[in-house]
């Protein structure tokens, strides 16, 4: 689940692993969400991503995760899909804050990448490819101060998520207005989404709205509600200890 119910006043218990897993089975092989099929990949892609190595060592495939074809959308209130409303705001522990419109992003330089994304709920994605601006350089524009420990996603509604600078400034951490060769679809969180490929899919905040950089960390939406602070696919950080 990448993304806030924001209207809820209780705070849910976290999703212990019987859970997932139940989640994970009531999928099937083949699960239709909004009249698009996701099919998961069959046993020899499995085991082939569980078998290859990425550049640091860890499987392609972390531990407890399966594989669909295509991205699945997770829900969340969403924001306002309209290019011409778009602003983002880069602000916080930086000497320049910057607001950008949608034509603006456009016009600064783009990275096209392929990635893997792995969600919370067990599914992942390999080869899926992206398109945006690379918050390093963002940073870079707004003169992010020597302060700056964290990165605050900010989103529509009031969601945020909480990143470490270090992982944050990874050249494939990305503020993302394409999937697949096309403008993000509604329920990917557009127009421009985060996209934080190492860490576990809550990360990569939808209807993005703001980058702020901070000098204390911030738990945000889901890290508030039993999700753990960091969030690593390869070391099963679902949920705080």
């Not at 976290?14 to 897993?21: G, I, Q, T, V």
């Not at 705001?89 to 016009?107: S, T, Y």
């Not at 969601?159 to 470490?164: C, E, H, I």
Request: charge should be neutral; charged fraction near 20%.
């Amino acid at each position: 689940m990448d993304e806030p119910t924001p209207t809820e006043r209780k705070t849910p218990p976290p999703m212990d692993r019987r859970a997932l897993l139940g989640a994970a089975a009531v999928c099937g092989v083949v699960a239709a969400v909004g009249g698009v099929l996701y099919t998961r990949a069959g046993r020899e892609e499995v085991e082939e991503a569980r078998s290859t190595a990425r550049p640091d060592g860890r499987p392609r495939l972390p531990p407890g995760q399966y594989l669909l074809k295509a991205l699945k959308p997770m829900g969340g209130t969403p924001g306002n899909p309209s290019p011409g409303a778009f602003r983002l705001r880069v602000h916080g522990e930086v000497e320049r804050p910057l607001e950008l419109d949608f034509a603006q992003l456009l016009a600064l330089p783009q990275t096209e990448q392929t990635c893997d994304v792995h969600c919370v709920t067990q599914w992942s994605v390999l080869d899926s490819h992206w398109q945006g601006v690379r918050l390093q350089l963002l940073a870079e524009m707004a003169g992010v101060k020597a302060s700056a420990r964290h990165v605050i996603f900010e989103a529509a509604h009031g969601y945020t998520a909480n990143v470490p600078l270090k992982e944050a400034l990874r050249p494939n951490v990305l503020v993302a207005h394409r999937l697949e060769g096309a403008p993000l679809p509604i329920p990917n969180g557009p127009p421009v989404r985060a996209l934080v490929p190492d860490l576990y899919f809550w990360k990569s905040a939808k209807w993005l709205t703001g980058v702020r950089f901070s000098a204390v960390d911030e738990p945000g939406y889901w890290e508030t509600r039993g999700y753990h602070n960091h969030a690593d696919p390869w070391l099963e950080e679902r949920h705080a200890g």
